[in-house]
């Protein structure tokens, strides 16, 4: 997560040099730098973006992204994060393997993903065998099948001097006790085979992400097809919304078919959850289309309740197109977008390459999880995560029930922006810079979290 | 062997079965196949064989109902649950002895032939 994950370039950026038949010497003239700073840089002894690595690029003829793709530092993290989750002590970063090898890193998370989803449905089913009244009763069934058949059983095989009508009801009695068996058996095996959600690890909802973040949840086709259908007719927002995603259903449905196919997703629940993430991306492109969103954003400095009004959507909607302006030449400020229901669970995730979300519970310091507890406002929180600033704000949000006796779905929305980006968003003026004290020092997950001192810890060595 | 046995057992064929056994043994044997019929049993008897899940009335109340009784029947649960846990709490609300399901005639007979005999 942040930048401690990054994938080593040096190792690509001399391998693309010798390929194009250029000395060290060369490639550091036409790059304005000295011949052993770009050492320093191939043996990945400094870390280099922006500018200097365009130029590398340029002057290498290959695209700027060639050196740092983001599925490999998507890859790094995600590795990470699982071998800390795996192991107690402190694990190495990833970013090395994934350097080396990123073949063998995605091997080893796709064996980590089959791995916890075992690990899950073993769990739900022997949890469903212990609690489930059905599996009680039946395993109850089964053993007085069982119990009923070898007590007969002993009774006939010492059943000298025993009278025929009698000897013949208890053949009888292990006969029915047997077909009942078989078909208690039957039903169980049946249940059983039904019993296991296939994502109960949530492998599906990472494998969507991943698949997101690689395409910097920008989708220029669907933006194109959501360009040219007709304006939503007026209403709520759920109803414009709902409207939006019949008429995409069929304007953009070939377009998202094509892009889940080439996503290449490991199992038939991630094409599924894919094609909805997607459907309702081109629903929101429809109703807040790219261009006069961005300006009306950028005018209103990303005030949403503002862009709630203006586009006639709920604060989840807008939070979420915000997250996706990352169109190359008209980029908005790049957010990253989290939401968690109330027991803490991750449900959605859109990362940025400034801040990585984690895969499962977030530092419990983030004010995502205050949100729950101040319905109907935005909260705003300045953090510094393991030394670089992010401003984030949140808002609990209900969704109605379908069935009028249900209870509402829960859910906290939280974007998160590098605070260098602080001044274009109104949220951020309640931190003036100047006034640091004013900063949460959090982390990004507890298990990997480095910070000492920690009152909330819950996992790794307590500093109380 | 003598005695008097209440048997409280939904299972038709278990409680046929049980029946047989400690019948050809001389006991005198009585069958409810009703938790909450088998409540209104308990007294009378010198032991009380028990299955736990039944309807009307489970064998843990079954059980605390003889325990309440002067002179208190012994009481042999026939359980699938085998966890010393299970054991001690059964202990606790007055059970002399358990024996698992699926049991072994023998094993049983000798169990219910110890209680008998017991003070």
Request: aromatic content about 6%; proline content about 5%; hydrophobic content about 45%.
């Amino acid at each position: 997560m942040g930048s401690m994950a990054r994938v080593p370039i040096g190792d690509r950026i001399r391998s693309r040099r010798r390929s194009a038949g250029l000395t060290q010497r060369a490639l550091a003239e036409a790059i304005g730098v000295s011949p052993a700073y770009l050492s320093l840089i191939e043996s990945d002894k400094r870390q280099i973006g922006g500018r200097l690595l365009h130029q590398i690029a340029e002057r290498l003829g290959v695209p700027p992204d060639t050196f740092t793709q983001l599925s490999d530092d998507r890859l790094a993290a995600e590795l990470t994060e699982v071998s800390r989750a795996a192991i107690d002590d402190a694990a190495p970063t990833a970013a090395e393997l994934v350097a080396f090898s990123p073949a063998w890193a995605r091997l080893m998370l796709s064996l980590y993903e089959r791995a916890v989803t075992a690990e899950a449905q073993t769990d739900q089913l022997s949890e469903k065998f212990q609690r489930d009244p059905q599996s009680i009763t039946f395993a109850h069934d089964i053993l007085s099948r069982i119990t009923s058949i070898r007590a007969t059983a002993e009774i006939l095989s010492d059943a000298d001097g025993m009278a025929g009508a009698q000897r013949d009801r208890f053949i009888c009695a292990i006969v029915a006790e047997s077909a009942r068996l078989t078909t208690v058996t039957r039903q169980m095996v049946d249940v059983l085979g039904t019993g296991a959600d296939p994502d109960a690890a949530g492998a599906d909802v990472r494998a969507v992400d991943a698949f997101l973040s690689d395409r910097a949840y920008h989708f220029p086709a669907l933006e194109m097809a959501a360009a040219e259908a007709p304006s939503p007719p007026g209403g709520t927002g759920r109803e414009r919304f709902r409207f939006a995603l019949g008429v995409m259903a069929g304007a953009a449905g070939d377009l998202i078919d094509a892009e889940v196919t080439n996503a290449a997703l490991p199992t038939k629940g991630a094409v599924a959850r894919a094609r909805g993430a997607l459907l309702r991306y081109a629903a929101g492109a429809m109703v807040m289309p790219y261009g006069p969103f961005l300006a009306a954003a950028k005018a209103m400095r990303y005030d949403i309740d503002g862009l709630c009004d203006t586009f006639g959507v709920s604060f989840e909607q807008a939070a979420h197109r915000l997250a996706s302006l990352r169109r190359p030449g008209a980029e908005g400020i790049p957010f990253a977008f989290l939401r968690v229901d109330p027991a803490g669970i991750v449900s959605k995730r859109l990362s940025t390459r400034a801040l990585r979300l984690p895969l499962h519970g977030a530092c419990p310091l983030w004010i995502v999880y205050g949100a729950f507890s101040a319905a109907g406002r935005t909260l705003t929180q300045m953090v510094d995560l393991e030394g670089e600033r992010f401003l984030f704000l949140a808002r609990a949000v209900e969704k109605r029930p379908h069935r009028g006796a249900q209870p509402a779905t829960r859910f906290a929305v939280m974007l998160g922006a590098p605070a260098d980006r602080a001044d274009e968003i109104v949220y951020a003026d309640a931190f003036p810079p100047a006034h640091t004290h004013l900063t949460t020092a959090a982390g990004y997950e507890c298990r990997a979290c480095t910070r000492e001192k920690c009152a909330q810890r819950a996992h790794g060595e307590s500093a109380l | 062997m003598s005695g008097r046995v209440l048997i409280v057992e939904d299972e038709p064929f278990i409680a046929e079965a049980l029946e047989f056994i400690l019948s050809r043994e001389g006991i005198t044997v009585t069958v409810a196949r009703d938790g909450g019929a088998a409540l209104t049993m308990v007294g009378g008897y010198d032991l009380i064989v028990l299955d736990i899940m039944l309807p009307g009335a489970s064998g843990f109340e079954i059980a605390e109902a003889a325990a309440a009784l002067s002179p208190r029947p012994k009481v042999c649960v026939l359980s699938a649950k085998g966890q010393p846990a299970d054991q001690e709490t059964m202990r606790t609300i007055g059970v002399d002895a358990f024996v698992t399901k699926p049991f072994s005639n023998k094993a049983l007979m000798e169990t219910i032939k110890t209680l008998l005999a017991a003070p």
